[in-house]
């Protein structure tokens, strides 16, 4: 039985070749970090599980490639520059929009209606968005550099080194947000307790439409890399359901859970599609089906939901005694 | 103090009183009648106590005013409610926070994955970034010094008594002219409740905060307030000077636990009890 390593004309026993499909499985997990945080930021401040998070990824990234078209005549930085500034203005009006048709007539109504709701918003946006910009898949160029640079012997792409490292600003400017400001203050609040939060006059609808726009800016930083690597598509959505173990593994609360999370996925479901189903297939089955990276990550899920259901980073309810 | 109660109450008739609430009427789910017309005014810098057992409607009172009912699907359905002379009842928690009205709930409510400084620091959220917040802070500091020892702590692990301080700083953080207290006695221990009195009392004094406070334990409350209302089914049943209801013999029976002939046995007043439900 060939494996896969063999196929690739590798040694699989190399240290390089580890750590290729490691780097490579951490970068692919900093992109599911991405969308994870987008909903972690909305878990914190409302305690709504936003079903639509993996939509808004696809709508921000279908709204950035519209507009960029639309300024095409423009010089390139000027052109992205301003698709970008567009397309946040469209992720702050939907902020506004489900704030005021969503949010506000649902107040105290149980969790389970606000997810519905958003399951919603992600029906309706992935509606509207292929109203708007069309059906057709469409490349994201805007010189997210693709060529490859080599460690040693292991071949790191260089456009997941650069998604790394947006993700790394981002998560650092948000924790700065989160600590040291008024807003961010006010924000992890909010989280804590609504009532109190209230009662010392934060008002939350405010609170609501502040973190569904920083959201949705998350969406299109995560749109704008999944659509540079994958051409922006309808499937971009799907992606969302990746995340959803990151968050379980992580904890739903918790901001460096989502990027510990995702790296945890990312790193993890490429090691096990090589090596473990290697080690399956030549000591214990040899018919064992190679595809384990699709179910890999929820299997992982599953193990924490029974060990530790809060998560690596999750939030402890704290409980005195 | 006697004396200056008195005149706080003689003063309130005829000048305007920082809150009066006007035949109020609360209903939760559009069906729960919990208020039924409660009149109460409270004079700019008085203590007023709001008295009552379980489920009187103390709570719901403080919640009218600061407007924290609808998000527990309540709603004043009659009455007014004035604040320095303005309606408020249709204002945002918010606005009245703005306006310098801050509730603290009961069960002190601290955010607590928030540090105790932290939590102070959002008190002062309507007041923006101003540069006097920092001040501010060291101010709550001086009167609950046990905060300042605690203040890198997240508030969750801290101690009762420190989360009602907590609370209470972090309402002052917004500079209030009225602050509504909701049991600040609640799952204290005596010596605590009366250091939590004592700086209610002092910050009444030395910084001119109205106090409106709702507890259960009558007897602490009426020694530091200078008026009280006694609230029974949502109606104010009785109302008088702070020294007035203590010594009532009313009060004392109901809500004091004494009477005439001194401390009744336990053991007696229970075996009455028993002995009336079998006739």
């Not at chain 1, 593994?249 to 460096?256: E, N, V």
């Not at chain 2, 310098?100 to 007041?127: D, I, K, P």
Request: glycine share 10%; aromatic share 10%; net charge negative.
């Amino acid at each position: 039985m060939e494996t896969f390593a063999n196929l690739l004309g590798v040694d699989p026993f190399s240290i390089w070749f580890f750590f290729e499909v490691l780097i490579g499985g951490l970068m692919a997990g900093v992109m599911y970090s991405l969308v994870a945080l987008g909903f972690v930021l909305i878990f914190k401040a409302s305690s709504v599980f936003n079903f639509a998070q993996g939509v808004m990824v696809l709508f921000a990234a279908l709204n950035f490639v519209g507009f960029l078209e639309v300024f095409s005549d423009l010089p390139v930085v000027l052109q992205v520059a301003l698709a970008f500034i567009v397309t946040m203005a469209v992720m702050i009006l939907l902020a506004l929009v489900v704030e005021r048709v969503v949010l506000r007539p649902l107040v105290n109504q149980a969790h389970i209606s606000l997810f519905m709701a958003t399951i919603g918003i992600a029906i309706f946006l992935e509606g509207f968005g292929e109203l708007i910009w069309g059906s057709n898949i469409k490349p994201l160029d805007i010189g997210i550099p693709d060529d490859v640079t080599f460690v040693g012997d292991a071949m790191i792409q260089d456009s997941d080194l650069f998604a790394a490292i947006v993700a790394s600003i981002l998560v650092v400017t948000l924790a700065l947000f989160f600590h040291y400001t008024r807003i961010g203050r006010a924000l992890r609040a909010v989280a804590d307790d609504h009532q109190a939060a209230l009662s010392i006059g934060i008002p939350l609808n405010h609170i609501w439409i502040i973190v569904w726009s920083v959201a949705g800016f998350v969406a299109l930083v995560a749109g704008i890399m999944w659509g540079s690597k994958l051409g922006v598509q309808f499937s971009l959505s799907i992606l969302a359901l990746k995340a959803l173990p990151v968050l379980i593994l992580g904890g739903f609360t918790s901001i460096p859970g989502a990027i510990v999370g995702g790296l945890i996925i990312g790193a993890g479901e490429k090691l096990a599609e090589i090596f473990l189903v290697d080690a399956i297939q030549t000591y214990i089955y040899s018919g064992f089906p190679a595809a384990i990276e699709e179910w890999f990550a929820y299997i992982l899920a599953l193990g924490f939901l029974v060990f530790r259901p809060q998560g690596l980073f999750g939030e402890k309810i704290i409980e005195r005694v | 103090m006697s004396v200056q109660a008195t005149d706080l109450a003689g003063q309130a008739a005829v000048a305007q009183p920082l809150l009066q609430i006007n035949n109020v009427e609360v209903i939760y789910d559009h069906v729960i009648l919990v208020l039924k017309g409660v009149s109460l005014s409270v004079p700019e810098g008085g203590i007023v106590a709001l008295l009552g057992a379980n489920g009187a409607g103390k709570s719901t009172t403080l919640k009218s005013i600061s407007n924290l009912l609808r998000a527990e699907r309540g709603e004043v359905t009659k009455g007014t409610i004035e604040l320095a002379g303005e309606k408020v009842q249709h204002l945002t928690a918010n606005d009245l926070v703005k306006r310098g009205c801050v509730q603290v709930m009961e069960g002190r409510h601290c955010f607590e994955h928030l540090t105790v400084e932290e939590n102070l620091m959002t008190g002062a959220y309507t007041r923006g970034n101003s540069s006097d917040v920092k001040a501010d802070l060291e101010l709550v500091y001086e009167y609950f010094p046990r905060l300042k020892e605690r203040r890198k702590s997240q508030a969750g692990y801290t101690s009762g008594g420190e989360q009602q301080m907590c609370a209470i700083g972090r309402a002052l953080m917004a500079r209030p002219k009225l602050i509504l207290l909701d049991e600040p006695s609640m799952g204290l221990a005596p010596q605590l409740v009366e250091q939590i009195f004592e700086i209610v009392k002092r910050l009444n004094e030395d910084e001119g905060v109205t106090f409106l406070l709702a507890e259960q334990n009558t007897n602490v409350a009426l020694r530091y307030a200078d008026y009280g209302y006694i609230l029974e089914n949502g109606r104010v049943v009785m109302d008088g000077a702070a020294d007035a209801l203590l010594s009532n013999e009313d009060v004392k029976e109901f809500y004091l636990g004494l009477s005439t002939e001194g401390r009744k046995n336990f053991r007696e007043v229970k075996h009455y009890k028993r002995r009336k439900r079998w006739l």
